[in-house]
């Protein structure tokens, strides 16, 4: 398992991501060091990285787990073709969440080999198309819930596109579950 | 590509003999104000419902079996912060120095950057009563 989501920033790469952060903490630098209040900031920005590299590692999982369904063999074209742009969607999610980790000063976490997707999702094991479906339906709505508890982890600025993403993923995991025949729910509140 | 989304559910519909009564049930997962007016749950049905909010809230990034986001829970509980030996953690949860119990699993739950500033895991359980009953599943791994 090579899979790294150790990307920690060196102070000057934080620094010079943050924008208008720069030209104060340096001033600050200048003076004999940096305040506390800089310094939390800063902590900000590398938390904010962080889970923000989580969420692209959940994408990549996600747009690996439609390419492993589209080339199983196992579902009907017309599926297929579902499945494919769900996946555009999740690349999608990934372009916007690998700049926001680039706009912070950070690395994005890189994907892993289709082979390990597919050998921790349980590839393997899916032998038709319904069971190809679980498994998208399942982490779609992970990947909601996900997407929704992580939130008030996050800095202010990525609340909403967290919360878009998040909207995405039960749209998906409604369509799912409706192709499935899965009934709706009968509560409330379904996500989160 | 450009494809018609809601057309290709109406296809996927089809291909799925899906009923188009769509059934209203459900979703078998109680929630956590009527778990409460029952007033304690036996250890079985806490675990099962721990299980089902397993799925549900953690899922996403974590398997019992697997690493993934997130490293696999087999054996989590009594197990030290940050060591199972082929997942990479972030340098946050390699220097938490603990053991996860109930205790400790309860408070990385309802705020795990709060515990360990820097970790990659964002997701917080703000209900109590999930909380508890995720330990109680997470206990079984």
């Given at each position: 398992?090579?899979?790294?989501?150790?990307?920690?920033r060196?102070?000057?790469?934080?620094?010079?991501?943050?924008?208008?952060?720069?030209?104060?903490?340096?001033?600050?630098?200048?003076?004999?060091?940096?305040?506390?209040?800089?310094?939390?900031?800063?902590?900000?920005?590398?938390?904010?990285?962080?889970?923000?590299n989580?969420?692209?590692?959940l994408?990549?999982?996600?747009?690996?787990?439609?390419?492993?369904?589209?080339?199983?063999?196992?579902?009907?074209?017309?599926?297929?073709?579902?499945?494919?742009?769900?996946?555009?969607?999740?690349?999608?999610?990934?372009?916007?969440?690998?700049?926001?980790?680039?706009?912070?000063?950070?690395n994005?976490?890189?994907?892993?080999?289709?082979?390990?997707?597919?050998?921790?999702?349980?590839?393997?094991?899916?032998k038709?198309?319904?069971?190809?479906?679980?498994?998208?339906?399942?982490?779609?709505?992970?990947a909601?819930?996900?997407?929704l508890?992580?939130?008030?982890?996050?800095?202010?600025?990525?609340?909403?596109?967290?919360?878009r993403?998040?909207?995405?993923?039960?749209?998906?995991?409604?369509i799912?579950?409706?192709?499935?025949?899965?009934?709706i729910?009968?509560?409330?509140?379904?996500?989160? | 590509?450009?494809?018609?989304?809601?057309?290709c559910?109406?296809?996927a519909?089809?291909?799925?003999?899906?009923?188009a009564?769509?059934?209203?049930v459900?979703?078998?997962?109680?929630r956590?104000a009527?778990?409460?007016?029952?007033?304690?749950?036996?250890?079985?049905s806490?675990?099962?419902?721990g299980?089902k909010?397993?799925?549900?809230?953690c899922?996403?990034?974590?398997?019992?079996?697997?690493?993934?986001?997130?490293?696999?829970h087999?054996?989590?509980y009594?197990?030290?912060?940050?060591?199972?030996?082929?997942?990479?953690?972030?340098?946050?949860?390699?220097?938490?120095?603990?053991?996860?119990?109930?205790?400790?699993?309860?408070?990385?739950l309802?705020n795990p950057?709060?515990?360990a500033?820097?970790?990659?895991?964002?997701f917080?359980?703000?209900?109590?009563e999930?909380?508890?009953?995720?330990i109680?599943?997470l206990k079984?791994?």
């Open positions: 398992m090579t899979f790294d989501l150790t990307h920690h060196s102070r000057r790469s934080i620094l010079g991501g943050a924008g208008k952060t720069l030209s104060l903490t340096g001033l600050a630098l200048v003076a004999g060091g940096v305040s506390p209040a800089f310094a939390a900031k800063d902590d900000a920005i590398s938390q904010d990285v962080q889970i923000l989580a969420a692209i590692a994408e990549h999982e996600g747009i690996a787990a439609y390419q492993i369904a589209a080339t199983s063999g196992l579902l009907e074209p017309g599926v297929v073709e579902i499945g494919l742009t769900f996946q555009g969607h999740h690349k999608g999610h990934r372009d916007a969440l690998v700049k926001a980790v680039r706009d912070l000063g950070g994005p976490v890189a994907e892993k080999a289709l082979d390990e997707y597919a050998q921790a999702l349980g590839a393997a094991t899916l038709s198309q319904s069971d190809v479906l679980k498994l998208a339906l399942k982490l779609e709505r992970g909601a819930n996900a997407y508890g992580l939130i008030p982890s996050l800095g202010p600025d990525y609340h909403q596109i967290a919360a993403m998040a909207g995405d993923e039960a749209f998906h995991a409604a799912l579950g409706n192709a499935l025949g899965e009934p729910p009968k509560s409330a509140l379904i996500f989160g | 590509m450009r494809i018609d989304v809601a057309a559910a109406v296809s519909f089809i291909v799925f003999g899906a009923s009564s769509m059934a209203v459900d979703d078998g997962e109680p956590a009527a778990a409460s007016e029952g007033g304690g749950a036996d250890a079985a806490l675990i099962e419902r299980a909010l397993y799925v549900r809230k899922g996403a990034c974590h398997s019992p079996d697997a690493n993934r986001i997130g490293p696999r087999e054996g989590v009594g197990r030290k912060s940050g060591s199972v030996p082929d997942f990479r953690y972030t340098k946050a949860l390699g220097a938490l120095d603990i053991v996860w119990d109930e205790e400790t699993l309860d408070e990385w309802t950057s709060a515990m500033p820097g970790t990659a895991m964002g917080r359980v703000t209900d109590a999930e909380r508890k009953a995720i109680a599943y079984t791994l």
